[in-house]
C-alpha cells in the first residue's frame, strides 16, 4: 500500500523528523486559506500515487496566498498517470541549499534492510543508480541489531564533509529506520534532504510503501488508505479477497494461484488475445469469491469473453462450477465463457457444468484459443 | 533418489489441530509421508486422528518422536515465531506454507535459521513432493509420477500445471519443490539446482520462475557455470504492468527491474532451454532426456 506524502510526513513528523509545517486542502479557497495562515511562500503538491509529479505540472511554488489560489485550482481535478488529483498538500516552502536522498528498502538480494543515502538528491534515485550509480552508498542493517551508530556516520559523512551536518543526518537516518520498522515499511525515503542557507537540514519531501501482510496487526496504519485514488473495481475486490489488477484487454481472467493466473495472460497473448485483467481467487474453494469474481469482471464493459482456467488442488472445482452456476442464474452473461478445470472433484464439476448448459474443458491452451477466438468475434477482428 | 526428502523424512506438523493443517496431514499421511508428531499449544498429549501424538511445543514433539522435518500450517501472525521455534529445535528442513508472512518478520528469521544450518523453504509455499515417497505440503499428489526430472517453482498451480503436464506424458519427477512467491524465502532456485545435479536420479530440470527479483539471474549464471544437466525454464508475468504486485508478494516490477524480458534473456545466454508456454516442457524436456 502506497502512502500519500502528506502521510509520509505526519508518521516522520511524529519521529522527529524536521519536516516545514502542512496542510492538506480539496479545494482552491482551502489552499488559499492554509498559506494566509502561514503568511510565507508555500509549495502547493499534488497528493496522487504517481511519480513525476514536479514534471506533469503537479508541484507549484506560490508566493502569495492568491498566488496558492491559482495553482490549487489548476491542480485539484488534473490527471496525472490517469489517476485525478483530489488533494494538495500545502506547505511552508524551504530554502534550499543543497538536495541529498535518504531511503531504506527490503533488499531482495540481502534479505535486509538497506539504506541507501546519495548527495545527488531532488530527482529519481534510479537514474541516479542508472546513470552514475558510484554516487549511491548503499549499507545493510541487520535488524537484530538496528542501524548501528557507526554506520549511519559513514552514510553521513558519505553526504556531508562537515561533521555538524553528517550527525544531523545520521540522526535524521535512525528517525526513518525507526519509522520504517514500526510501520511496516517496505520503501522509505527522504528526497530531497535539504540543507537551507541557514546550515539547517529539512525534509522536504517523503514516501513510504508498506507491505501489504502488516496491514492486519497496524490497524492504525491500514486506516490510511485512501480508496478514492485507486480503481474501484479494485477496491471491490480487495474487500472480497480477491487479487485484481485490470489491465487493457477483452478477454476477461478468473484463475486460482498468482502464478498460473499471470501464466494464463501470458497464454492469452501467445495465442493473440490481449487479457483484460490479473485475477486470483486465491487457494480456498468459495462459491461467493467465484460469484464477486464474476460481477467484477462483467463489470468492465471491455470483456468480450471470460475465461476460467482452475486447477483445482486446495480448491475444490466443483465448488467453482456452483459458483458459475449462482453467478450466472442472479446475473446471465452478456458475454460468451470459457472454461477450464480439472483437478480435485472435476468429474463432480463437469456434472454440474453440463446440467446447467455449460461446456467445459480441461485443457489450458484449448480454453485460451477458444477465449482469444470469441473475445476477437465472428469476423475475427479485435473488437 | 530425491532432494530434500525421502523414505527417512519423519514429519511434524505445526499447527496440525487448525482448518488447513488437519486437512492436509490426513492428505499427506494417505499419501504415505511419516507423520510423527503435531505441535499444538494447549493440546499436548491429545492424538490426531487417533494415531498422532500431539504436543505443547516443537521441542516436546522433537525430543519425544525424533522429528526430522517440521511444516508449519499456522496463521500470518504466528508463522515468523513458529519458524523460529522449528529451527531452535533442532530439526533439519522447515517448510512454511503460510501465506502472508510480513517481510520485515522474514528479516530477522532467515538470519536465524541459517546460523543454526537449518533449511527453510517458503514462506507462502506449496511445498515439495517425492512422487511415491513422501509429500510435505498441500501438492496434490495424484498429478505427480515417479521419474527423472526435477521441478522447481515460486508458484504453486502454476507447478501443478506443468507437472500434470509432464505427468500426462508419461514423464516423471525426482521431486517437485515450490520455494514460494514471498520476495525473502528461506530457499531458492540455486539451492535446488545444486541439489538436483548432485541427485543421481534426476536428469534434467524444469525451473518455473516469475517476474520480481533477480533470483532467476542469478540461477542462470549458476547452471551455466556449474552444471552439465539440462534445464529447461519458464518466466510468468511476460504481460504484467510495472509496479504493481501480481498475487505473489514478490511477484513485482521495481522500476525496470525484474521484468520478464531480463529474466529470459539470463536464461537464454545460459543455455537453459526456454518453454514459452507451460505446454512447452513436455518437448523440451523429452527432447533433453534422448
Do not use: W
Amino acid at each position: 500500500m502506497n502512502l500519500h506524502e502528506y502521510q509520509a510526513k505526519e508518521i516522520l513528523r511524529g519521529y522527529g523528523v524536521n519536516i516545514p509545517p502542512g496542510k492538506v486542502a480539496t479545494t482552491p479557497a482551502e489552499a488559499e486559506a492554509i498559506a494566509k495562515e502561514y503568511g510565507t511562500a508555500v509549495m502547493v503538491k499534488a497528493q496522487v500515487h504517481a511519480g513525476g509529479r514536479g514534471k506533469a505540472g503537479g508541484v507549484k511554488f506560490c508566493k502569495t496566498p492568491a498566488d496558492a489560489k491559482e495553482k490549487a485550482t489548476a491542480i485539484l481535478g488534473m490527471k496525472i498517470k490517469d489517476l485525478t488529483v483530489e488533494k494538495v498538500l500545502v506547505t511552508v516552502a524551504a530554502d534550499i541549499g543543497t538536495e541529498a536522498y535518504e531511503g531504506i528498502i527490503v533488499d531482495r538480494a540481502t534479505k535486509k534492510p538497506v539504506f541507501m543515502v546519495s548527495a545527488a538528491g531532488g530527482i529519481d534515485i534510479e537514474e541516479v543508480a542508472a546513470k552514475t550509480p558510484e554516487k549511491i552508498l548503499y549499507v545493510p542493517v541487520d535488524p537484530r541489531y538496528g542501524l548501528t551508530n557507526y554506520d549511519a556516520m559513514r552514510m553521513g559523512f558519505f553526504l556531508y564533509g562537515e561533521l555538524k551536518l553528517a550527525r544531523g543526518a545520521a540522526a535524521i537516518m535512525g528517525k526513518l529506520y525507526a519509522a520504517f520498522m514500526a510501520t511496516g515499511c517496505s520503501l522509505a525515503e527522504i528526497n530531497p534532504l535539504v540543507v537551507t542557507p541557514q546550515g539547517e537540514l529539512v525534509a522536504v519531501d517523503g514516501k513510504m510503501v508498506i507491505d501489504d501482510n502488516e496491514l492486519d496487526r497496524l490497524p492504525a496504519i491500514a486506516a490510511l488508505r485512501d480508496e478514492s485514488s485507486e480503481a474501484p473495481s479494485e477496491v471491490e475486490a480487495r474487500k472480497a479477497n480477491l487479487t485484481f489488477i485490470k489491465l487493457d484487454g477483452d478477454v476477461g481472467c478468473i484463475v486460482n494461484g498468482a502464478g498460473l493466473a499471470m501464466a494464463t495472460m501470458d497464454l492469452v497473448k501467445y495465442y493473440g488475445g490481449e487479457p483484460a485483467n490479473f485475477l486470483d481467487i486465491g487457494g480456498s474453494s468459495n462459491p461467493e469469491k467465484v460469484v464477486n469474481a464474476l460481477r467484477i469482471i462483467t463489470a468492465d464493459t471491455n470483456v468480450k469473453a471470460i475465461l476460467f482456467n482452475i486447477f483445482g488442488g486446495i480448491t475444490r472445482t466443483d465448488d467453482v462450477a456452483n459458483g458459475i452456476v449462482t453467478a450466472t442464474k442472479a446475473n446471465p452473461l452478456k458475454v460468451p465463457i470459457v472454461i477450464r478445470l480439472t483437478g480435485t472433484n472435476e468429474e463432480l464439476a463437469m456434472k454440474i457444468l453440463t446440467e446447467n448448459g455449460f461446456t467445459a474443458s480441461s485443457d489450458m491452451d484449448e480454453a485460451v484459443k477458444q477465449a482469444v477466438a470469441l473475445a476477437k468475434g465472428p469476423s475475427g477482428k479485435a473488437a | 533418489m530425491s532432494i530434500f526428502i525421502d523414505k527417512n523424512t519423519k514429519l511434524v506438523v505445526q499447527g496440525i489441530t487448525g482448518r488447513d493443517g488437519s486437512f492436509h496431514t490426513k492428505q499427506m499421511m494417505e499419501y504415505g509421508t511419516q507423520v510423527i508428531a503435531g505441535v499444538t499449544p494447549g493440546k499436548g498429549g491429545q492424538k490426531f486422528e487417533g494415531t498422532v501424538p500431539i504436543f505443547n511445543t516443537v521441542m516436546d514433539a522433537v525430543k519425544a518422536t525424533g522429528a526430522n522435518t517440521s511444516v508449519i500450517y499456522v496463521p500470518p501472525p504466528f508463522a515468523a515465531d513458529a519458524i523460529m521455534e522449528a529451527a531452535a529445535a533442532g530439526v533439519a528442513l522447515v517448510v512454511c506454507i503460510t501465506e502472508g508472512v510480513p517481510v520485515l518478520d522474514m528479516t530477522k528469521v532467515y538470519p536465524f535459521v541459517k546460523e543454526r544450518g537449518v533449511r527453510l523453504l517458503g514462506p507462502n509455499c506449496p511445498g515439495l513432493i517425492t512422487p511415491g515417497v513422501s509429500k510435505v505440503g498441500i501438492i496434490p499428489g495424484r498429478i505427480c509420477l515417479p521419474g527423472p526430472v526435477g521441478v522447481v517453482s515460486r508458484s504453486g498451480t502454476l507447478t501443478y500445471e506443468v507437472v500434470y503436464q509432464l505427468t500426462r506424458a508419461g514423464i516423471g519427477q525426482t521431486t517437485c519443490v515450490g520455494i514460494g512467491g514471498d520476495p525473502i524465502n528461506g530457499t531458492n532456485f540455486i539451492d535446488c539446482l545444486e541439489a538436483f545435479e548432485k541427485d543421481p536420479k534426476t536428469r534434467a530440470i524444469a525451473m518455473m520462475g516469475e517476474i520480481g527479483g533477480t533470483d532467476e539471474q542469478e540461477a542462470a549464471v549458476f547452471v551455466k557455470m556449474h552444471m552439465k544437466k539440462p534445464v529447461v525454464g519458464f518466466i510468468a508475468g511476460q504481460t504484467a504492468p510495472p509496479g504493481r504486485r501480481m498475487g505473489h508478494a514478490g511477484a513485482i516490477i521495481s522500476g525496470s527491474s525484474g521484468t520478464a524480458a531480463e529474466k529470459l534473456e539470463a536464461f537464454a545466454a545460459a543455455g537453459i532451454g526456454i518453454a514459452k508456454r507451460p505446454l512447452d516442457f513436455v518437448e523440451l524436456i523429452r527432447v533433453r532426456l534422448g
